[in-house]
């Protein structure tokens, strides 16, 4: 009889791993077609008035983390950001690749002395993509750096 109930307990508990295993897996299955469906809606491009961008070359960024600086109520935030960075010409973006440790330092700087509600919604995105041309463009020339986009962007 102890067999029947370990077996059926065995059973029971495979089968809750499994249906959860499904649930799981198809949420994320909604998410990840929900973000390419929605991808351009998504991705914040800096571009002229006719909402219409010029090529350039661009700079990938690996992934940065860092923590932002403290609100009011003194509760600390970190941002998560991938970045790409497009430049008027070929020479602006090898300029960043050759200063990469003076690039990622303006970025920690901009991000570190930035809080959470200075960051949020759609303006936020933006004054937050002015604050980093406005830290970067000095490193290479003013103006080399036309757009900064946010591959992923999270804060918690």
């Keep these: 009889m102890n067999r029947f109930w370990a077996f059926g307990i ?4 495979v089968l809750i791993g499994a249906g959860s295993f499904f649930v799981i897996e198809e949420d994320m299955h909604e998410t990840l ?8 809606e998504y991705r914040e491009v800096s571009g002229d008035e006719d909402g219409k961008e010029e090529d350039g070359p661009t700079l990938r960024l690996n992934e940065m983390t860092t923590d932002l600086r403290s609100d009011a109520d ?3 935030f970190y941002i998560q950001a991938v970045l790409e960075l497009r430049g008027r010409d070929a020479d602006s ?5 050759d200063r990469m440790s003076e690039v990622k330092d303006q970025l920690l700087a901009v991000f570190r002395s930035s809080t959470p509600g200075e960051i949020k919604g759609e303006e936020g995105m ?6 980093i041309k406005d ?5 290479v020339a003013p103006g080399k750096i036309e757009a900064v986009y946010f591959e992923r962007l999270i804060v918690q």
């Excluded at 933006?126 to 604050?131: A, N, P, W």
């Design 93 to 97: 973006v090898q300029t960043l690749e």
């Design 126 to 131: 933006d004054r937050l993509r002015e604050r």
């Design 135 to 139: 830290r970067l463009n000095p490193i």
């Design 33 to 40: 077609r929900f973000w390419e469906e929605n991808d351009d």
């Design 74 to 76: 003194g509760q600390t």
């Design 10 to 13: 065995i059973v029971f508990v």
